[in-house]
């Protein structure tokens, strides 16, 4: 005789945490967050001190005053419909499904040109990190590759209504005659198929003139500035080929972009190196002094071994004043007012949407770079790379090479990511950034997990706070950010 031991349980796929005193379960296979009421903390406490059978957790909750029957409905709901609670034997692990191969496009990111003005000392695309060498490949992008770029996106975006292009360069600004000229073309090609575009580019604003600011109002496209804080630390690293800061050159032109750009918010993405630590200060430079809607920072994404790379120290004071500018945007929030600290609202972003991420990003799925020869690549960061080369504008995407791109890059193929519950959200970090540490897109970068998980936790508390004591203005920035 066969004896069949009976399943016991434990706690699903989650991650528990507190907010402003109330208890929430952030359920990492669905992305999803739930308060907790007290009949689900009950269950939660239980199964936190040992797994139990199905009758010792109807026993348990008995115990505890609940009724044969409420018991039972109780750890019905939390497995069967949540998939909060969980029997023994864990899920089948995380297995990567074949790749859409028809996936349509929701963005291109054209790099108008390889070429730029400035000499920034940490650039991906001009330093010694660099993937490739775009040795005989045009410098900038003709207006024929473009047109072709922008039927290219059409066409692959299926039933999308709103496709988008973002222009990248190099310093983008270097080539605004053919981002004009192709905005036009784009606009037409779109409407002519029932289709809008839309826009947006990153410059680092040195280039700057009254003419292209009313272009970039009148078409509502949307700018980001790459910008590292006031003049010191500005002109640390952001410089010109000759040494000399760029501060002074990009200062007064941002105030009238700015001043002028009347129909969509300028933000600002800080690179954060060694010696450019004091976020707080440049965050009140660029958010007070300065005026960006706002403002975002990024630790320098980079092999590991350069000079300017973060150390442990530098690292915990960036974290150190994440967690104090994040308080203050919890604190503007139960006020009802938005702060601009753009890594607490992306975030936020994503919860309010349930984000639960199959890739990182949206890098050879929705989204593709395409270079100034016309290769497609999985994004910017891979532009002119000839190992990443996914295809090209006039042939279309190379759909083996891209399965292949997708199915590595898959969070369900890196088995350190299996066990975390900030997968949703990370799905094992940046491509270009693992293939640079471990020659590798399809890597997990590991060497950002603690600090992910740290981060998405105050993050959470942030959302389940304002979620208990401000519900409204959840909903007023879902409304604001256009995610309802």
């Known amino acids: 005789m066969t004896t069949i031991l009976a399943p016991k349980y434990r706690r699903g796929d ?15 296979s669905a992305g999803a967050i739930f308060a907790l009421d007290e009949g689900a903390a009950s269950v939660m406490a239980i199964l936190g001190e040992r797994q139990m059978a199905y009758g010792e957790m109807v026993a348990a909750l008995v115990e505890k005053g609940y009724s044969r029957a409420d018991a039972e409905d109780l750890i019905r709901e939390l497995r069967a419909v949540r998939g909060i609670v969980s029997d023994e034997i864990r899920e089948a692990p995380l297995a990567p499904p074949a790749p859409p191969e028809d996936y349509p496009l929701q963005a291109l990111v054209l790099n108008v040109t390889n070429q730029c003005n400035l000499a920034c000392t940490y650039c991906y695309e001009f330093g010694a990190d660099k993937i490739a060498t775009p040795a005989g ?3 900038y992008m003709t207006l024929e590759t473009a047109r072709t770029s922008v039927d290219f996106l059409l066409k692959s975006s299926g039933e999308r209504e709103v496709p988008h292009i973002t222009f990248f360069g190099g310093e983008t600004l270097m080539n605004f005659k053919l981002l004009r000229d192709v905005v036009i073309y784009a606009n037409e090609a779109a ?3 029932g289709k809008r575009m839309t826009y947006s580019l990153t410059t680092n604003a040195t280039l700057l003139t009254d003419e292209i600011i009313q272009f970039l109002s009148d078409q509502a496209i949307g700018v980001t500035v790459s910008m590292d804080g006031p ?15 760029s501060y002074a050159v990009m200062e007064p032109r941002l105030r009238k972009l700015i001043a002028g ?10 690179t954060l190196t060694e010696g450019v630590t004091d976020v707080i200060r440049i965050f009140r430079h660029l958010k ?6 706002e403002v975002g920072f990024a630790p320098v994404t980079d092999s590991g071994e350069q000079a300017y790379t973060l150390d442990a120290d530098g690292m915990d004071t ?9 308080a203050e945007w919890l604190s503007f929030a139960l006020r009802g007012e938005m702060h601009g600290f753009s890594n607490v609202s992306e975030t936020i972003s994503e919860l309010i949407q349930g984000t639960n991420k199959s890739h990182p990003c949206g890098a050879g799925l929705g989204l593709v770079g395409v270079s100034p020869s016309g290769d497609l690549s999985p994004c910017h960061r891979f532009t002119d790379a000839d190992t990443h080369v996914l295809g090209h504008v006039t042939t279309g995407l190379d759909k083996e090479k891209r399965t292949d791109f997708l199915t590595r890059g898959h969070v369900g193929a890196k088995y350190e990511c299996a066990s975390c519950w900030a997968r949703p959200l990370c799905a094992g970090g940046c491509h270009h950034e693992a293939f640079v540490r471990y020659g590798d897109t399809g890597h997990a970068n590991l060497h950002y997990c603690d600090w992910i998980r740290e981060w998405t936790e105050a993050c959470l508390k942030i959302y389940g706070t304002v979620a208990q004591r401000n519900p409204e203005f959840l909903e007023r920035f879902a409304a604001r950010k256009g995610l309802s």
């Not at 960036?318 to 994040?326: C, G, M, T, W, Y």
């Open 231 to 245: 003049p010191d630390l500005q002109d640390k690293r952001r410089v010109y080929k000759s040494g000399k800061g």
């Open 137 to 139: 490949k045009p410098k």
């Open 288 to 293: 007070d002094d300065l005026g960006f809607h």
């Open 318 to 326: 960036v974290v150190s004043a994440f967690h104090e500018l994040a």
């Open 14 to 28: 989650i991650h528990l945490f507190d907010a402003d005193g109330a208890g929430f379960v952030y359920l990492a």
């Open 191 to 193: 409407a002519a198929v």
């Open 261 to 270: 750009h009347k129909t969509r918010a300028i933000t600002a993405r800080v």
